[in-house]
């Protein structure tokens, strides 16, 4: 057993992830479930063995200072996303396949409304959801769309680089952390020198990369992020918290004015074992939505947008209840990935 056979293996069973870890058997993760490679654990040695050689020198050698690495790797069948870590006293793996080719906001069964969200020349557009619900997948397929639709400059800053962007239209620059810029803030803070049109940002992981997100897309540049949340309300909530007490009012003023919309996804096991299917929430900053975050009143966010359907917004249990309808998704599956089980309950036993 070597790096190269699992990695392959990875690839021909269609898995998103590869998990290594000492005292365990290796695993590969095919739709959401478990598959041992081996039934025979892997020893501390071995899992370093193993990932030796896909991972640089340097790279290595930070990894044992800090304990903590996220990296990048490819090959002839895929890249993929590496995140090693220590657990009991050993090296973990986790390596997340990445497709070679960036899959269109069409063939990843998203609302239409999505593709709107890349026309826009300013303001922030957040994909959240849990890890593992394709947020990076998303993110790239609306990068893509904005690459080969106009010309414009495209500054992406990531942790690492996952998918590889190839220039049409625009002119694109990719900076992963680590191999571009030492710091994630400090690339965030330098960016707008850099005269970007577009802005990724990888992820809005603390107050700094939030302030400098929302500073970005209120000084007229489009900005799409990711945050790990469940839902619209939820996202707009996290934002605001993160700030201190006295900067909160100002937070949800410059949030109201900037946010042009939130998409919220899971990806749900198919009823009929064909894989994973996209259930997704989409929030349309309206007006009405904007007076909302200002005065603070999230909670009233859920309502405005079921009725915000002719604008293309739906709920994410109004898209798992169509899931359910359509009999793709199981009406357990519907139910546990619900935001309100009881109501989600209801309407399927109706």
Do not use: W
């Amino acid at each position: 057993m070597d790096i190269k056979n699992l990695l392959t293996q990875l690839n021909e069973t269609k898995g998103s992830d590869l998990l290594l870890a000492a005292n365990n058997f290796p695993c590969l993760r095919i739709n959401n479930l478990l598959a041992r490679v081996e039934d025979r654990k892997l020893t501390p040695d071995e899992v370093e063995t193993l990932i030796s050689p896909i991972i640089r020198k340097h790279e290595m050698e930070e990894f044992k200072r800090v304990k903590e690495l996220d990296t990048s790797y490819e090959d002839e069948m895929s890249r993929y996303r590496i995140n090693l870590h220590y657990q009991m006293g050993s090296i973990g793996a986790t390596i997340r396949r990445i497709p070679r080719n960036i899959p269109s906001l069409e063939s990843l069964k998203l609302p239409k409304v999505v593709a709107s969200f890349t026309l826009m020349e300013r303001g922030l557009v957040l994909v959240t959801g849990p890890t593992g619900s394709g947020k990076s997948t998303t993110q790239a397929a609306m990068i893509d769309l904005v690459n080969s639709s106009r010309p414009c400059h495209i500054i992406t800053i990531e942790d690492p680089i996952e998918f590889v962007h190839t220039p049409r239209l625009a002119v694109i620059e990719q900076r992963e952390v680590g191999f571009d810029t030492v710091y994630f803030g400090e690339a965030l803070k330098r960016v707008l020198r850099q005269i970007p049109d577009v802005i990724l940002v990888g992820e809005m992981r603390d107050l700094e990369s939030m302030q400098m997100a929302i500073t970005a897309a209120e000084t007229g540049h489009l900005v799409i992020s990711t945050l790990h949340t469940q839902d619209a309300v939820q996202s707009i909530d996290r934002i605001i918290d993160v700030f201190p007490p006295h900067q909160q009012s100002q937070i949800r003023t410059q949030l109201s004015l900037t946010l042009q919309g939130i998409i919220s996804q899971q990806l749900i096991p198919r009823q009929d074992g064909k894989g994973l299917v996209g259930a997704f929430e989409v929030l349309i900053a309206t007006p009405a939505i904007r007076n909302i975050i200002r005065k603070g009143s999230t909670q009233d966010i859920y309502s405005m947008i079921e009725l915000g359907s002719h604008y293309g917004m739906q709920t994410m249990d109004s898209a798992l209840f169509d899931l359910f309808r359509k009999s793709i998704i199981s009406k357990e599956d519907a139910i546990v990935n619900s935001i309100n089980r009881e109501a989600m309950e209801k309407i399927i036993s109706e």
